[in-house]
Nanobody, 127 residues
Framework: QLQLVESGGDLVQPGGSLRLSCAASRSSLNYYVVGWFRQAPGKEREAVSCISTGGRTAKYADSVKGRFTISRDNDKNTVDLQMNSLKPEDTAHYYC????????????????????WGQGTQVTVFS
């Protein structure tokens, strides 16, 4: 019943930056843990980052740590993923997903925890 829509995907050169945004409709995103996942053709979907409901806890995959930053603006009902220093291996379809928190500061990366998913947005890093 929670509808999520991603935006911001684009074609970008290596070393470039993109900012992805996840917006919610039908329900408030403020009460959900939000995660970003990505899937490249022929590969399994993997967790990129997650953020707790309050935005004070965040986790990142080792492959993106130091380059990506997740944030949320509960006033705008959005969660963003700032991606810097992009590499060709970052090329994938990126999805945001929402999960009901279980504990304070909950920030899971297991995709099985997430029940609502957006349609995804394509990020292509190529020169």
């Amino acid at each position: 019943q929670l509808q999520l829509v991603e935006s911001g995907g684009d074609l970008v050169q290596p070393g470039g930056s993109l900012r992805l945004s996840c917006a919610a409709s039908r329900s408030s995103l403020n009460y959900y843990v939000v995660g970003w996942f990505r899937q490249a053709p022929g590969k399994e979907r993997e967790a990129v980052s997650c953020i707790s409901t309050g935005g004070r806890t965040a986790k990142y995959a080792d492959s993106v740590k130091g380059r990506f930053t997740i944030s949320r603006d509960n006033d705008k009902n959005t969660v963003d993923l700032q991606m810097n220093s992009l590499k060709p291996e970052d090329t994938a379809h990126y999805y945001c997903a929402a999960a009901a928190p279980r504990i304070s500061g909950d920030c899971p990366t297991d995709m099985r925890r997430f029940g609502s998913w957006g349609q995804g947005t394509q990020v292509t890093v190529f020169s």
